[in-house]
């Protein structure tokens, strides 16, 4: 392993017509980090991370995943990288069993006995036929194969979107397993909050094809807070703290706000926000001023 | 890849291999009968020698007698096309489910999974061809000797056209499935462009590959051309310079099973008196392989083309 960046995108856009998909994206995952990628249907999601496995080429900008440029040097790039695609597709005729097989035709790295436990663990009969499996169990067995290349980098996308909520919790677990195992960076997008918060340490949240904010989520959720006070012009708090959003009652104002620094105005009540409410707020607002990077995200 | 490969389109193979099967299986036995037959009935001296007051009689009844035969393998010729529709089915199934994704995301690039489906779809394809081919040609080696291979139904299923076509139906088929990744449209539309390709070919192009023979000659001497086994494309009552005469009969054309004679033909003009001149345009059977390998360059270059032009779509346009 080196010391690039999991993922780094500079400037990077993906336009399908005249329509972009994804633009000016500049960002980066770092190493070892568990990554949402958080926004709504169409935000550039599923983009972002086709680029990042040499699915599509940009229009625009660069990618470079594990120091190298997937579209270039697919090789360099498909062997350390374990991909889940939305819909996790698989041949629905094949049995577990040559499924397994497939994992080991394709993949140099393969690791038989990572795929054998994860079948096992999951209770699968080796004759079953994928086609016959829940959507669920489908899922896993998609995550079996991603998993079982060793890859230093997972991208799962949409990975929970039509599971079950208990599917949905066994998925991230078999995830959140595999990162203290092994210590992989793992990106997963998704348009369900909920859930991430147990897994990830980062946050991506895109809309509209923009990156609206970037950066570790405990720094997210500490630089965050929501003001309330008596109905006031936000202008003055404006001049120092970023808001996020605001709204008003007859007779209170409520702000949410990227803090700089402490705020000191005695006339603002500050409360803690939580993950959900802070995305919500940056979904709710799509103004390019919005657009902000963490700096400490960046920096590490 | 090529276990995955073949894995993928096992199940396509085994179906067209059962076709072939149930073919033979109708086939090889009618084939070995017709064969003893043959040579019982010695009727290889008259496919030397053909004389109407010697032959007709037993040429005759042996091909009405082996005539659904003749009929087995004009519909057999459909068989490699199917073939092909099938085996073309893997590789739009994976466009079509999105399976795609998982395997461009294994260790392994998209030019490699595009190469083998392929390559193991265009084996297979040829593989029915030439086994269909192999068995028309032994089973029907007796009608061939008398009849000649250039009416369609040898003429289809014999030679090398055979292989042209399966490699056509597959180039239509995976070309309009990469376009339009839907399987079942895909495959539907494709068999349409070949049904619609095979009948202009067959009804119209074939005898145009080459420019035909023309031979005029005087009715009543009976020293016409051989036509027995000749692809005719136009045969009329005509003056001594090959000109079609006003108010005779309209285009004579020789029927692709039995045998006819020039004596013979549309039973008429010997009754016109000595200066009745016929003229015929026609295929000699001598140019079979040259016609073959005419047809054969167009139809499978067309086909490889297209398969050609599926995997660059495939792989520049596809994510």
């Known amino acids: 392993m080196n010391d690039s960046p999991a993922l780094e995108a500079t400037a990077l856009g993906k336009r399908y017509g005249s329509n972009w998909a994804l633009r000016d994206c500049t960002l980066t995952i770092p190493a070892g980090s568990v990554t949402a990628l958080v926004g709504p249907n169409g935000a550039g999601k599923t983009t972002l991370l086709q680029l990042a496995v040499g699915l599509i080429e940009p229009a625009s900008g660069a990618i470079s995943v594990l120091g190298h440029d997937p579209r270039a040097e697919p090789l360099a790039v498909l062997p350390r990288v374990g991909f889940v695609a939305q819909d996790h597709p698989l041949p629905r005729r094949f049995t577990i069993g040559e499924t397994l097989r497939l994992g080991r035709e394709l993949n140099s790295s393969w690791d038989d006995a990572i795929a054998e436990r994860r079948v096992d663990e999951l209770g699968l009969s080796r004759r079953q036929r994928v086609g016959t499996l829940s959507g669920g169990q489908q899922a896993q067995v998609a995550l079996t194969l991603a998993l079982a290349k060793r890859p230093e980098l997972l991208l799962l996308d949409e990975p929970v979107a039509s599971l079950d909520p208990l599917a949905r919790r066994e998925f991230l677990t078999g995830v959140l397993q595999a990162v203290t195992e092994t210590g992989i960076t793992v990106v997963l997008s998704s348009h369900i909050v909920a859930d991430l918060e147990r897994i990830c340490d980062q946050l991506i949240i895109l809309a509209k094809g923009r990156t609206q904010l970037v950066g570790p989520i405990e720094e997210i959720l500490g630089g965050h807070r929501l003001l309330t006070g008596p109905r006031t012009d936000a202008a003055a708090v404006a001049r120092v703290h970023q808001v996020i959003r605001e709204s008003h009652t007859e007779r209170q104002t409520t702000l949410l706000v990227r803090a700089n620094g402490h705020v000191y105005d005695a006339c603002w009540e500050t409360h803690e926000v939580d993950l959900e409410e802070i995305v919500l707020a940056y979904l709710g607002m799509t103004s390019a001023a919005a657009r902000v990077v963490a700096p400490a995200a960046v920096a590490r | ?319």
Request: one cysteine or more.
């Open chain 2, 1 to 319: 890849m090529i276990w995955v490969g073949w894995r993928q389109q096992r199940i396509e193979t085994l179906i067209a291999a059962a076709m072939l099967l149930v073919l033979a299986a109708v086939a090889i036995p009618i084939g070995i009968h017709m064969a003893s037959v043959y040579s019982h009935e010695g009727l290889a001296a008259c496919a030397r020698n053909y004389t109407p007051a010697a032959c007709g009689i037993p040429v005759g009844s042996f091909l009405i007698r082996f005539t659904g035969l003749n009929l087995l393998f004009t519909w057999s010729t459909l068989l490699p096309a199917l073939a092909a529709l099938l085996l073309a089915a893997p590789f739009v199934l994976d466009l079509d489910n999105g399976t795609y994704r998982l395997y461009w995301t294994q260790s392994i690039t998209r030019r490699r999974w595009i190469v083998t489906k392929l390559t193991l779809s265009v084996a297979a394809s040829v593989a029915v061809a030439a086994s269909l081919i192999a068995l028309a040609t032994w089973s029907r080696a007796p009608l061939d000797h008398l009849n000649g291979r250039m009416s369609t139904n040898s003429y289809d299923t014999e030679g090398i056209v055979p292989v042209a076509y399966a490699l056509f139906v597959l180039g239509v088929a995976v070309a309009i499935g990469a376009l339009w990744r839907r399987t079942v449209p895909a495959l539907l539309v494709a068999f349409a462009v070949y049904v619609v390709g095979r009948v202009f070919m067959d009804s119209w192009l074939r005898q145009r590959l080459l420019s035909p023979v023309k031979t005029t000659w005087l009715a009543a001497s009976g020293s016409g051309p051989n036509l027995n086994q000749a692809l005719v494309i136009n045969q009329f009552i005509s003056d001594k310079n090959g000109h079609q005469l006003a108010g005779s009969a309209g285009p004579c054309i020789r029927t692709s099973s039995g045998l006819l004679t020039h004596t013979s033909v549309c039973g008429q003009p010997l009754a016109r008196g000595a200066h009745v001149y016929m003229t015929a345009l026609y295929q000699p059977a001598s140019r079979f392989w040259e016609l073959q390998g005419i047809e054969f360059g167009i139809v499978a270059g067309v086909g490889m083309l297209l398969v050609l032009a599926a995997a660059w779509w495939t792989y520049k346009r596809i994510a």
